[in-house]
């Protein structure tokens, strides 16, 4: 009970630090891309894919909050549309295809200086929004308020999985669930009680979770796409 108020107590305004909190299905960790170092992390300098939080702290510094950010191939290079520091390194993918990825809609995730988006693949493509970092991902969890269509509430497809959505006033969600969950209840977690419009499904079973100070700090499966805040 005490990490449910503590969640509804993040959606009271926007996130003045990282904090994360959980309140036993799920952990979530809000971020306000305004005044927090937002960034996507995928290789150094040398090329050489980090893979974990911890080489990524190795190279950048300490991070406040990290996740795991998109689906990735074999060699860990992003399956779809992918910005680092607004360098380009894989194009935007509009066509249905296998996987949860090809789950049409998919989405974006764009962080700016100063904000965070997710945003359909197509409203993207027309859009074509200056992104610094960009990280692209699916199925959509929430799409302009309603869950993904092809969602099923009886569905029997559980598993653990982690996905991103913004609040009204700018808030970026970082969840993951503590259990094996359904595409359906990480929809309605979203929509319902983050109250996030849009969200956007990351990955689930390599989902991994960097949050020091709930004393989570597990690096597990070598990981493409990080998401992460630098500590000040």
Known sequence: MRGLIALLCILCGPA??????????????????????LRLFHSDDNGAVYGSFSAVEAD????????NAGMYH?????????????????????????????????GVLCITENSARVIETLSFETEAPDCTYATQSGPMLVIDGAL???????????????????G??????????????????????????????NALYLDGRVSRLYAPQL???ANGVRMGPIVGVVAP
């Open 16 to 37: 003045k630090a990282v904090i994360c909190t959980d309140d036993g299905d799920f952990t979530v960790c809000a971020v306000d891309p305004a005044t927090e170092d």
């Open 60 to 67: 950048i510094g300490p991070l406040s909050f990290a996740m």
């Open 74 to 106: 074999e060699d860990r290079s992003p399956v779809g549309l992918y910005i680092e520091d607004s360098i380009q390194t894989m194009r935007l993918v509009t066509n249905a295809g296998p996987g949860n990825f090809g789950m049409l809609p998919n």
């Open 148 to 166: 993904h269509p092809r969602f099923l509430r009886e569905s029997t497809s559980r598993n653990f999985r982690n996905g991103v959505g913004v």
């Open 168 to 197: 009204a006033d700018g808030t970026a969600y970082f969840a993951i669930s503590n259990r094996p969950v359904t595409f359906w209840e990480m929809g309605e977690f979203f929509r319902d009680v983050l109250q996030t419009k």
């Open 215 to 217: 004393g989570r700090t």
